[in-house]
């Protein structure tokens, strides 16, 4: 009985053995990868904006910054599982892997609370891209009642033009892209966004308005510290025939230099709209608009490369002296 469970002890111990191995060389491989995102993001920014604010796709920033650098960690693993390592190298890997965890864990909590996500900004509602004729299209705002939205005079053309060159600023074109993205499938009108939105006539109604800013003051999704809105909302019906209500509305300032930014998804049901999706996320300015996760981890990764290049260079030294 006692050899039993000597056994069984021994079978834990090396299964605990295997899988903290396994992670410390996983995680190791991963940083060594992962840091060399930041020559992408030295070299062509713009093209790194591209897929980290992308409208529609995460995959892609996804893939490349977690997929890629997961897999060649995993094929570190196996590379170095059966070689013999010094102890020294060993705690260095284990405090690579340890010093990793803790940034993403903790840089992904405070990019949720500053930013409102963890890692990228999400995409707009799937429900979007289904879109297949816009109804109406309005810019609303509260910025002189400070109570009630109201259908604004003011048309600001700039807001719902596809600015693909500006894609981080010009968070309420981000529908539009989509629009303009499937106007070349099986749409009625997708292509004439613009036409819609000067059109004094193809205007949402104030009934449906009014009801929409109560539902929108009594959501979780509403940043407290501000109350005055301006954006686009827009009314679409999909092919299946159902009926929804996008809106894109920016916050002023809830702190400085930081700005809320909401969208909320509404599908009509007897008549009337009823809130179903939102989400809210904020930007900053002056110059401090980057400095969040996806920017920052591929520095600290390759930081953290070249300090334990340095570190094992220094302990290759002693071992060989």
Request: aromatic letters at 18%.
């Amino acid at each position: 009985m006692r050899c039993v469970f000597t056994y069984n002890f021994y079978c834990l111990h090396m299964n605990r053995k295997n899988i903290f191995t396994f992670l410390i060389y996983t995680v190791t491989g991963f940083t060594f990868i992962h840091g060399l995102l930041s020559f992408l993001i030295r070299v062509n920014t713009h093209l790194y904006d591209q897929i980290v604010f992308h409208y529609s796709d995460s995959f892609t920033w996804y893939a490349l910054c977690f997929c890629v650098p997961l897999s060649g960690g995993i094929a570190f693993y196996f590379f170095m599982r059966a070689k013999p390592i010094a102890k020294g190298f060993k705690i260095l890997f284990a405090c690579v892997c340890i010093v990793q965890l803790t940034f993403t864990l903790l840089a992904a909590i405070l990019n949720y609370n500053h930013f409102g996500y963890p890692f990228k900004i999400p995409t707009v509602f799937k429900e979007v891209s289904e879109a297949k004729k816009i109804i109406t299209c309005s810019h609303i705002d509260n910025y002189n009642t400070k109570h009630s939205l109201r259908i604004s005079k003011e048309l600001n053309q700039w807001q719902i033009k596809p600015d693909r060159e500006n894609i981080y600023d010009n968070k309420i074109g981000r529908p539009f892209m989509i629009f303009e993205d499937n106007s070349y499938s099986n749409t009625e009108n997708l292509h004439d966004a613009a036409k819609i939105y000067a059109d004094s006539q193809l205007k949402i109604s104030p009934m449906i308005l009014l009801d929409i800013e109560k539902q929108i003051r009594e959501s979780s999704i509403r940043d407290k510290r501000m109350d005055l809105f301006d954006g686009i909302i827009t009314e679409f019906i999909t092919d299946k025939g159902i009926k929804y209500l996008f809106a894109g509305l920016n916050g002023l300032w809830v702190s400085t230099n930081h700005y809320v930014f909401y969208e909320l998804l509404f599908i009509e049901k007897d008549g009337k709209y009823k809130l179903v999706k939102g989400q809210r996320f904020y930007s900053d300015i002056n110059g401090i608009e980057r400095l969040e996760y996806a920017y920052i981890a591929p520095f600290f990764s390759l930081f953290l490369s070249g300090l334990w290049l340095a570190l094992a260079f220094i302990i290759w030294v002693y071992l060989k002296y």
